[in-house]
């Protein structure tokens, strides 16, 4: 089983920049693929980045490609979100989760196994 916790949300202007980190408890890191998610207000929870188990692989949705980048850290079992050019729409609370399967890329809340319990990200115009 893995334990997440995701860090580093906060209050932004639009155009700034804030960096994610999500923590994964236990010994096989390594053998999860990565996803971030989020969740605005009234809404349901959406896609953003993921990664595959070497971090050789990644995978964005549309509304975050060219401005967000997803790594991660397999020495430190961490896995990161760069978050650039942010606009009020990316206001959200930004969830990790891991996906124990052989499969990348995978985008759908249903495929992922192990969730974080979320940080809010609020982005001001």
């Known amino acids: 089983q893995v334990q997440l916790v995701e860090s580093g949300g906060g209050l932004v202007q639009a155009g700034g920049s804030l960096r994610l980190s999500c923590a994964a408890s236990?010994?096989?890191?390594?053998?999860?693929?990565m996803g971030w998610f989020r969740q605005a207000p009234g809404k349901e929870r959406e896609f953003v980045a993921a990664?595959?188990?070497?971090?050789?692989?990644?995978y964005y949705a549309d509304s975050v490609k060219g401005r967000f980048t997803i790594s991660r850290d397999n020495a430190k079992n961490t896995v990161y979100l760069q978050m650039n050019s942010l606009k009020p729409e990316d206001t959200a609370v930004y969830y990790c989760?891991?996906?124990?399967?052989?499969?990348?890329?995978?985008?759908?809340?249903?495929?992922?196994?192990?969730w974080g319990q979320g940080t809010q990200v609020t982005v001001s115009s």
């Open positions: 989760a891991a996906d124990n399967s052989y499969f990348f890329p995978r985008a759908t809340i249903t495929d992922y196994d192990y």
């Open positions: 236990g010994r096989t890191f390594s053998s999860y693929a």
């Open positions: 990664i595959s188990w070497s971090g050789g692989n990644t």
